[in-house]
């Protein structure tokens, strides 16, 4: 795979900033050859993790946007995280790492790109510290810079 759709050109040499948005590269999880649905599983609430644990197959289904009213397939595991784990207590308690948090902020968020100070606001976590953690070398879990218009 062209690993240039994995991190457009212009984002190689703009370090990111505070307003510059993240999300979850797909790419990434692809290219280094990691199972996403296997992170997802980990972010499960207790109640969901009981019912998938023998269960590793979900469905692709149609996610309708109540706002705009767009169909969007989506995995059903992200969907029971959206509509479910990410309305318990402890999804985002004080307790989950950084990176779990982040990662977690962008499930429910349906992955569309977030900047560093929504990122914080949402997962209790500093902004500055977001931004050193995901501007660094190291990728953790996929959390990049979105390329403009994704």
Known sequence: MDKSKALPGHLLLVKPTLETPFHISHDWWEQTGRDFRVELRAHLCAEHRSVYEEHFDTEVI???????????????????????????SEYLSDDVPLIDAVFRVLIANGNKPLMCSELAERSGKSAKRILRTLSGSRIYKGLRPAAEGS
């Open 62 to 88: 149609d996610w309708v946007d109540e706002r705009t009213g767009e169909v969007t397939p989506v995995d059903g595991l992200q969907h029971i995280i959206r509509e479910h784990c990410s309305q318990q």
